[in-house]
């Protein structure tokens, strides 16, 4: 069996299962995961601003480039580390500790794009980093994208994945797979796509964890 074939036979029921599982904690947790990150996208906004390293007039231009700084330095990062850097990158426009040269430029391009969310989504490129800005930049979206990463990955396949899976998993034909069986899940749950995600992001990682 490949693993093309393995991510394929993946399945919204597990997507379901995690769902189901997730304790009140991780509801409120998730529901309110993307609001919050937008709160912190406000702030990397505002920091740049102050730094005189932009021009952003309205709360919505701050929160558009700074979701955009966060999810250019997304990458292979945790949150914690994630909002470190993009807060750095604010203050001095430096490349932070753990991150690449490339997420690096993409960041500063968004910075010099202003508040353009499709050329923010250009620069991006990646499915899961824009589908993560627009996440942030829209929490509430009713025809948002899931943000798949890592752990979207292995909740739809019921188990952690493998490197290859996750390198599958993140592009092309497998991505689509994956995210669409978020798309089916959340209409069953009478929500949002990245509601869904969320929740069962925070409650994947506290049974990986061993928190549960």
């Not at 379901?16 to 509801?27: G, M, P, Y």
């Not at 021009?55 to 470190?84: D, R």
């Amino acid at each position: 069996m490949t693993t093309k074939r393995r991510l394929v036979r993946g399945s919204f029921h597990n997507i379901l299962d995690c769902f189901e599982r997730a304790s009140s904690e991780s509801i409120v947790d998730g529901g309110s995961w993307y609001p919050l990150a937008r709160v912190w996208a406000e702030t990397v906004g505002t920091v740049l601003v102050d730094n005189g390293h932009a021009v952003l007039e309205s709360s919505h231009e701050k929160i558009v480039v700074g979701a955009g700084i966060l999810s250019a330095l997304s990458p292979q990062t945790n949150w914690e580390q994630n909002k470190e850097m993009a807060l750095y990158l604010a203050k001095t426009l430096d490349k932070p500790n753990w991150c690449t040269d490339t997420n690096h430029d993409k960041a500063l391009a968004i910075v010099k794009a202003g508040a353009n969310v499709d050329a923010i989504a250009s620069i991006l490129h990646g499915k899961k980093t824009t589908a993560f800005f627009h996440n942030i930049v829209n929490p509430y979206g009713e025809n948002n994208q899931p943000t798949i990463d890592r752990h979207a990955i292995s909740i739809y396949l019921g188990r952690r994945c493998t490197y290859t899976e996750l390198v599958r998993g993140l592009s092309g034909t497998a991505n689509k797979t994956i995210s669409n069986a978020y798309i089916k899940a959340s209409k069953l749950l009478e929500t949002t796509p990245q509601i869904v995600q969320a929740v069962t992001w925070v409650q994947w990682r506290k049974e990986i964890k061993g928190e549960v």
